[in-house]
């Protein structure tokens, strides 16, 4: 069975263009530090997603239960 990796492509082209490519990790614990606070600070907290209506993740969850509750 084939699956589409679209999502994950598209994850690792925006995560090597916006930090690997910009930075020299000197040791690999740095480099997952940086993975570590890249993915959890910043692409699944405050950036918006074309996929959420251009809202941050946060945003959207806080939609979904205003309308839940709202309903």
Known sequence: ??????????????????????????????ARLATFEYIEGWYNRRRKHSSLNYRTPTQQESYFYTSQMAA
Do not use: G, I
């Open 1 to 30: 069975m084939r699956w589409d990796n679209a999502v994950v492509e598209s994850f690792f082209k925006t995560f090597k263009s916006e930090l690997v490519n910009h930075v020299d990790f000197p040791t690999r614990a740095a």
